[in-house]
Antibody, heavy 121, light 106 residues
Framework: QVQLVESGGGVVQPGRSLRLSCAAS????????MHWVRQAPGKGPEWVAV????????YYADSVRGRFTISRDDSENTLYLQTNSLRAEDTAVYYC??????????????WGQGTLVTVSS | DIQMTQSPSTLSASVGDRVTITCRAS??????LAWYQQKPGKAPKLLIY???SLESGVPSRFSGSGSGTEFTLTISSLQPDDFATYYC????????FGQGTKVEIK
């Protein structure tokens, strides 16, 4: 069965960095686009970033472009999100999610359990 | 950016009720719309994609309709497990979610 397990969250001061990881299993990881989605307390989900199945395409929400970097290691079946210059408004649960199909713009059929990032001094 | 607006924000209903949630897009998204269910402390779960296609394993009491800018999610007979928050999502241009509709017990 498909499993996505995030890690790396925590409490961090404004301006600092965190690297989030998502370990994938139960499907051919290298065949699917993968996403990061975040959800601030009491709010709806917000798409953050996507990486294409082959890693050649990386796209970001305006709110994080230039500060966050998405990457993948297909040999380790792992997705990453490097978050730099963190702000209070980045506080959220961060989920990794799998695209419904291999390529193209599709919804997300599997999500991890999430990892909480809290930006506070 | 395409904005998604859901109504109502909260809906009070009883087991067995027929429930309808509306989602409007700020511009046409054809049928590129999905619906998710989220329970407290859990990740969203995909229910419907391409406006009306039921995801595998989702009960048939859930259905979706619409195209262009207006969409609906209908639960034909509300069950105890259905009390949750529902989100629409457009995937015509990147991905945007609505603000959510909480279905609570009346």
């Amino acid at each position: 069965q498909v499993q996505l397990v995030e890690s790396g969250g925590g409490v961090v001061q404004p301006g600092r960095s965190l690297r989030l990881s998502c370990a994938a299993s139960g499907f051919t990881f290298s065949s699917y686009a993968m996403h990061w989605v975040r959800q601030a307390p009491g709010k709806g989900p917000e798409w953050v970033a996507v990486i294409s199945y082959d890693g050649s395409g990386k796209y970001y929400a305006d709110s994080v472009r230039g500060r966050f970097t998405i990457s993948r290691d297909d040999s380790e079946n792992t997705l990453y999100l490097q978050t730099n210059s963190l702000r209070a408004e980045d506080t959220a649960v961060y989920y990794c999610a799998k695209g419904l199909y291999g390529s193209g713009t599709y919804p997300f059929d599997y999500w991890g359990q999430g990892t909480l990032v809290t930006v506070s001094s | 950016d395409i904005q998604m607006t859901q109504s109502p924000s909260t809906l009070s209903a009883s087991v067995g009720d027929r429930v309808t949630i509306t989602c409007r897009a700020s511009q046409s998204i054809s049928s590129w719309l999905a619906w998710y269910q989220q329970k407290p402390g859990k990740a969203p779960k995909l229910l419907i994609y391409k406006a009306s296609s039921l995801e595998s394993g989702v009960p048939s009491r859930f259905s979706g309709s619409g195209s262009g800018t207006e969409f609906t999610l209908t639960i034909s007979s509300l069950q105890p497990d259905d009390f949750a928050t529902y989100y629409c999502q457009q995937y015509s241009a990147w991905w945007t979610f609505g603000q959510g509709t909480k279905v609570e017990i009346k």
